[in-house]
């Protein structure tokens, strides 16, 4: 199971932190090879990938559209992942979706992700 939220109202140029906490037996039992990662979708376009991270080595990985702005981490002991979001443009608003999977490395690939948590909405105001 995964929840995100975070969301919220902001201006161009600022800041929102994103939380996504996973829960679960799948997640306990497999935890040292889960992939998470963002995703996020906006009105009549594909959910596309945001950014995503290895729960075992911290590896991460970034879309060329939110490289430098964003920044993806975990705390293993709360099993939650995070996405500090910096320097937001009116482009970001999209509502974001945490993902999962049990094996295998970052894919960008909405299809590679079994496992979903309900969207939060980011709205930017310009």
């Known amino acids: 199971q995964l929840q995100a939220f975070g969301g919220g109202l902001v201006q161009a140029g600022g800041s929102l932190r994103l939380s996504c906490a996973a829960s679960?037996?799948?997640?306990?039992?497999?935890?040292?090879?889960?992939?998470l990662a963002w995703f996020r979708q906006s009105p009549g376009k594909e959910r596309e990938f945001v950014s995503g991270?290895?729960?075992?080595?911290?590896?991460?990985q970034y879309s060329d559209s939110v490289k430098g702005r964003f920044t993806i981490s975990r705390d293993n002991g709360k099993n939650t992942m995070y996405l500090q979001m910096n320097s937001l443009k009116p482009e970001d608003r999209a509502v974001y979706y945490c993902?999962?999977?049990?094996?295998?490395?970052?894919?960008?690939?909405?299809?590679?992700?079994?496992?979903w948590g309900q969207g939060t909405l980011v709205t930017v105001s310009s």
């Open positions: 991270i290895s729960w075992s080595s911290g590896r991460t």
């Open positions: 679960g037996r799948a997640f306990s039992t497999y935890v040292s090879s889960n992939i």
């Open positions: 993902a999962a999977k049990l094996s295998g490395d970052i894919g960008t690939m909405k299809s590679n992700y079994p496992y």
